[in-house]
């Protein structure tokens, strides 16, 4: 069982098919982290703005309507975290709130308003990324805060679409803590949150948010499926040739969700089919 933290009512089953030496290096089971669920009160935002705000992992949306607006962050890690807000228009960022070590306890609320437009916001630092080798796909830039640690929280979503020239939103380096960078993420797809379609994505690290480039790798080969063993959980064979460009590893993997309703609070319960990989290529 794959934990998925404290969703009560999600759960994921993972079957994984491979040699004992494949598995010597696959992830074990861990202990479900005990989170939190937080709130907030966001103030600054006209009608057309919106903040994204992440506290650790736990990301809430608040929308602008001339007034103060209130958010819950779920599913909050424990410990001390680095709360990021940035205030969007259009396609850009002008205002962004940090906040240091906030660590409140469980249903309680963060006691500073988040305030865009009051003395604690500064404007965040942006460049400008051009995307390469994007072959028309439609495109979304991600970027996110990491911390010495490790630890990956949201800063900025740009929206999808084709103009290679996207903007990446961060912190300022003069309030950037050592050891901490920035992550851009790159995704391509033939159609704005295409799931069945190929997806193409490039991850690069960086310290301060400069102008750069960003080369997604080549379109993906097609792939012949062929069937091993039939029955309930047949067995699937899938080849292609890798590109170099794609080194550090393929994988081939086919899943099914189902969902139904299982009780008169109208929660839901999902079904799982399992995960079958039966190739790779590094």
Known sequence: MTPLGQLQESYGTEVVYATRQELVNWH?????????????????????????????????FAYGNGAEVDVSFNYVSPGNLTLVGTRSSDDSADRMLLLRNVNVPD????????DFAGAAAFLPASATIT??????????LTSSLVSAAGAAQIVFVGSAGKDVARMAVGVPSARMLAGELHMLELEA????GDA??????IEKFVGPIVTQSL??????????????????????RFR????????????AYLSTALSRAFSPLSRRKATW??????????
């Open 28 to 60: 074990t089971c861990q202990p479900a982290t005990v989170f939190k669920s937080v709130d907030a009160t966001v103030r600054g935002l006209a009608d057309s703005q919106w903040g994204l705000l992440s506290l650790g992992g736990s990301l809430a």
């Open 107 to 114: 249903g309680s609320a963060i006691p500073q308003v988040l």
């Open 131 to 140: 995307s390469l080798n994007t072959h028309n796909d439609s495109l979304l």
């Open 189 to 192: 797809a033939p159609s704005p």
């Open 196 to 201: 069945i379609g190929d997806t193409r994505s």
């Open 215 to 236: 080369s997604l790798g080549t379109l993906l080969p097609p792939v012949s499926v062929t069937q091993v063993t039939a029955g309930a959980y047949p067995t699937l």
């Open 240 to 251: 292609a040739t890798i590109p170099p460009q794609y080194r550090s590893g393929a994988g």
């Open 273 to 282: 089919s399992p995960l079958l990989l039966v190739g790779s290529w590094m």
